[in-house]
């Protein structure tokens, strides 16, 4: 089986665990290039990346375009904010992850510890500003998934069980593919 398997959901959702997962799983190249790379290449802070965007689209564009180009080189499952709406076209799955937004705050604090990028605030604050900059630069209303083929609430599972799903979900879809090209 191959193709690619776009993930997307909000900060605090699980898409860089569940996409390594399934990435893992499938033995499929696993795409999550994101702001905290792009903040890392140039020696600058992740809440210095996420400032500049707002007023600097260079910053997403040039994400969005190197995670499209990475996607398209081969087998990859693709993690990020936007992959089910940039890989509509091409992905063979469109996957978005879901949860509220305090089980995401909760979450990133346990990540991230005490960081300023850790508090609800600043992930209300990001979210709303990913909206208007998604809206803005691309026409993608990261609210509306509703072209996703499979929703999943992280909030009621484990990440192994959502890559799980995830996986069936590519099997099944894979092999529905095999049996209408074959005719059968």
Same mark, same amino acid.
């Given at each position: 089986m191959s193709g690619i398997i776009a993930i997307s959901g909000k900060s605090g959702c699980g898409n860089s665990t569940v996409s390594a997962l399934v990435a893992k799983i499938l033995g499929f190249g696993l795409v999550n290039f994101t702001f905290k790379n792009l903040a890392q290449e140039r020696?600058?802070?992740f809440e210095e990346i996420v400032k500049r965007s707002t007023s600097d689209d260079s910053f997403d564009l040039e994400v969005d375009r190197r995670q499209v180009e990475m996607a398209l080189s081969g087998d990859r499952v693709v993690g990020s904010r936007l992959a089910i709406w940039l890989l509509a076209k091409d992905a *063979?799955?469109?996957v978005y992850l879901w949860?509220?937004?305090e089980?995401?705050?909760k979450r990133i604090r346990a990540r991230e510890g005490a960081a300023s990028h850790a508090e609800p605030a600043f992930t209300q604050k990001r979210d709303?500003? *990913?909206h208007a900059r998604y809206l803005r630069l691309y026409g993608y209303d990261n609210d509306d998934f509703? *072209?996703?083929d499979l929703v999943i609430n992280t909030e009621r599972f484990k990440p192994e069980s959502i890559a799980s799903l995830i996986v069936e979900a590519w099997r099944l879809r894979h092999n529905h593919q095999s049996r209408s090209a074959g005719g059968v």
């Open positions: 020696g600058l802070s *063979d799955l469109r949860a509220s937004p089980v995401r705050a709303e500003s *990913d509703e *072209d996703a």
